[in-house]
């Protein structure tokens, strides 16, 4: 059954706050569902109605059959009602409370019946124990969204909104606390919507997206739709798209990506140990026949699934164990002739890849 068949959070609301507006409706899922569009566009306001902690001017808002919010029916629920979590770009942590603090704070708040959720396996499974006696200036960003998410996750919530939590985070932390939210997903089971002005991190982290521009619902759909926008217009936030991946260092140096092994430079890092690898989509190369001379130590057999091209640029999907997004030129896929089922090789060197741990 496809995920948008199973609407856990429903909404149709309307809101002016001065000179812009905002009039957005959807349907979404108990999977990781991103909020996507540039600056201005409406996402953490959305975001903000949602949760509760703004009120519309109309229409209503339905988490998992209970109506949190309707205009003409005059409901107007508390968000501690409705058991939502929310994570902030800054972290938001309280400055006079140790990392132990905050997240006990969290899990107070929610009444003793309704802890599904352990505080201290919760800091185990991201890695944050031997920081529960220090304060929140004293930690990395990386750290302190860790935390913030861990303070969040400790209320055992029904529902996890995030609004750009990794924005100020240099690329090792944002996709170490990126890998952490997709674990924390797997592992807790938590619909979660997530708000990026990223491609990259909302390629990682979710399969279905609303792009929304100037307060309106531009499109809703699978995540590798966004590519065929994102190929056609610079407006809505083109960046550097990265493939990110999960994986386990091995006893060769390698890392072992499902049923592939990816040579790179694994620093410190020591077998057995689970790590994300980050590969941006332009340090990809393709071509229809392996290369017998040639500096990239990753060379990988795939099959093409799919082929956007846009006035800007172009990405192929390609299947090589994990799904690779490649960037290329318009003139490189008619040379190629890329299309569906083309058997090609995908080529990177080592040190296009960027390791972080989690």
């Known amino acids: ?14 809101i002016r706050l001065g000179d812009f507006a905002l009039d957005a409706s959807g349907k979404f899922s108990n999977g990781i569902t991103a909020v996507f569009g540039p600056s201005g566009a ?52 309280f400055p006079h409370k140790t990392v132990r603090q905050n997240i006990e704070y969290g899990y107070r708040l929610t009444p003793p019946d309704l802890r599904v959720i352990d505080p201290d396996e919760l800091c185990r499974f991201l890695q944050i124990q031997g920081l529960l006696n220090r304060f929140p200036d004293t930690l990395s960003g990386g750290e302190r969204q860790r935390v913030a998410l861990a303070r969040g996750v400790a209320t055992s919530p029904r529902l996890l909104l995030l609004d750009e939590p990794v924005a100020s985070l240099d690329i090792r932390l944002r996709n170490e606390v990126v890998s952490y939210l997709k674990q924390v997903h797997e592992r807790y089971g938590i619909p979660m919507v997530y708000v990026s ?54 006893e060769s140096g390698a890392i072992r990506i499902g049923d592939i092994d990816v040579v790179a430079h694994v620093g410190d890092y020591q077998p057995g140990q689970r790590v994300t690898a980050s590969i941006s989509a332009s340090d990809i190369m393709l071509a229809l026949q392996r290369p017998d001379a040639i500096s990239a130590r990753n060379i990988l057999r795939g099959t093409v699934q799919r082929v ?46 960027t390791i972080t741990a989690g």
């Open 42 to 93: 409406g996402k953490s306001t959305l975001l903000a109605c949602l949760a509760g902690m703004v009120t519309p001017d109309d229409g209503y808002v339905r988490f998992d059959g209970e109506t949190i919010f309707s205009s003409t029916g005059r409901v107007r629920r508390p968000p501690q009602s409705f058991r939502t979590a929310m994570v902030f770009q800054d972290g938001m942590l």
């Open 197 to 250: 002005h990223s491609l990259s991190d909302v390629m990682a982290l979710a399969r279905f997206a609303l792009v929304l521009d100037q307060g309106r619902v531009k499109s809703f759909g699978p995540v590798v739709d966004l590519v065929a926008e994102v190929a056609s217009t610079t407006r809505i936030g083109r960046d550097d798209i990265d493939n990110l991946y999960v994986g386990t260092v091995t």
């Open 1 to 14: 059954m496809d995920e948008r068949d199973t609407p856990v959070l429903d909404f149709d609301l309307r």
């Open 308 to 353: 956007e091209t846009g006035e800007y640029a172009a990405f192929a999907f390609v299947d090589a164990g994990p799904e690779f997004v490649v960037e290329l030129t318009s003139d490189a896929v008619e040379t190629l002739n890329l299309k569906k089922d083309v058997d090609v090789y995908v080529l990177f060197k080592s040190s296009s890849i």
